[in-house]
């Protein structure tokens, strides 16, 4: 593995690697719930700036929570423009997209058709021409246990094609409840993994491996 990421004093979201800052589909890879650590808000609020969009599908945790922590990490000024996508199944089908921060919801992690719908018109809404476009889903297990994995790799390319050239695609994934044939299915579809280690408590180490089938 690559860990050749930058470690400052400045808390853990200066440890990702380089190719974050030129835009790159990654799968977040955590022991656990990817939410526990919120890598891909941290990888938002540390290479989004005000001029971005960032559209983000939340499968395991309220549309609310997310906006919440984004928040807490970024100045208003410098906060990439956050539109949302529910897929919890807990909100009311669908939502209004002009919001200020627009959420589209559907009828739960089956519902991949509708996730798509929406993503597609979150994308087209946007008012302002943004620097760049990031994407991210939050947890894929949600996804993963309700719908074939191959299914998934289809949605995935989908989605991809939403970021801009230099934005971030993110997926972040429980690698201790899903199997090696998941991952390596998973990986085929992305340019690298983002291995997140904890070395001690709330002090997760990064080592980013690059993929052989590289986007």
Request: net charge negative; glycine share 6%.
């Amino acid at each position: 593995m690559d860990s050749s990421c930058a470690h400052t004093d400045d808390g853990y979201g200066s440890q990702f690697p380089a190719i974050f800052e030129t835009g790159a589909t990654v799968l977040v890879a955590t022991a656990g719930s990817p939410a526990d650590y919120d890598i891909d808000l941290e990888a938002l609020a540390t290479f989004g700036t005000g001029l971005d969009t960032a559209i983000v599908v939340t499968t395991a945790t309220p549309a609310t929570e997310t906006i919440e922590a984004f928040a807490a990490r970024t100045g208003v000024s410098e906060r990439p423009a956050l539109k949302l996508v529910d897929a919890t199944g807990t909100r009311p089908a669908y939502g209004a997209p002009y919001d200020e921060i627009p959420i589209l919801s559907t009828t739960g992690p089956d519902d991949l058709e509708r996730l798509l719908v929406a993503l597609a018109d979150l994308t087209e809404s946007s008012v302002r021409s943004p620097a760049r476009r990031h994407l991210v889903v939050r947890s894929l297990s949600p996804l993963l246990e309700a719908n074939p994995v191959e299914r998934i790799t289809t949605v995935l390319e989908r989605i991809c094609a939403y970021r801009s050239s230099s934005g971030l695609c993110l997926f972040g994934f429980d690698y201790t409840n899903h199997d090696e044939s998941t991952l390596a299915t998973l990986s085929d579809h992305v340019d690298g993994i983002l291995w997140i280690r904890e070395l001690a408590a709330d002090q997760p180490a990064f080592d980013y491996e690059p993929t052989t089938h590289q986007l």
